[in-house]
Nanobody, 122 residues
Framework: QLQLVESGGGLVQPGGSLRLSCAAS????????IGWFRQAPGKEREGVSL????????NYADSVKGRFTISRDNAKNTVYLQMNSLKPEDTAVYYC???????????????WGQGTQVTVSS
């Protein structure tokens, strides 16, 4: 079964950093746009960042621009989300997803990971 596995979440103080990883099992990520999405309790899932198949194009939600950086290492079949200057409002479960289209529409993403919890609190 094709799988995406996120890792790197945890508890961090405001202003701290985390790096999330999204690794694929049984398929190659370089055939897909990869998106990071997050869902906080009581809120809808929202897009955080996208990266195209080649890595040349990236996109960010306004709320994370300048603080988060998405990248991909196709040789390692892994996509990363570097999160700096974290805020309490970044607290959520973060999911990575693989899809065919470079956009925020979650219905276009075929494969999803199980999510990793990020908690920003003092």
């Amino acid at each position: 079964q094709l799988q995406l596995v996120e890792s790197g979440g945890g508890l961090v103080q405001p202003g701290g950093s985390l790096r999330l990883s999204c690794a694929a099992s049984k398929f190659t990520l370089n055939s897909y746009t990869i998106g990071w999405f997050r869902q906080a309790p009581g809120k809808e899932r929202e897009g955080v960042s996208l990266i195209c198949r080649s890595g040349r194009m990236t996109n960010y939600a306004d709320s994370v621009k300048g603080r988060f950086t998405i990248s991909r290492d196709n040789a390692k079949n892994t996509v990363y989300l570097q999160m700096n200057s974290l805020k309490p409002e970044d607290t959520a479960v973060y999911y990575c997803a693989a899809g065919s289209h470079y956009d925020w529409d979650t219905s276009g993403y075929d494969y999803w990971g199980q999510g990793t919890q990020v908690t920003v609190s003092s």
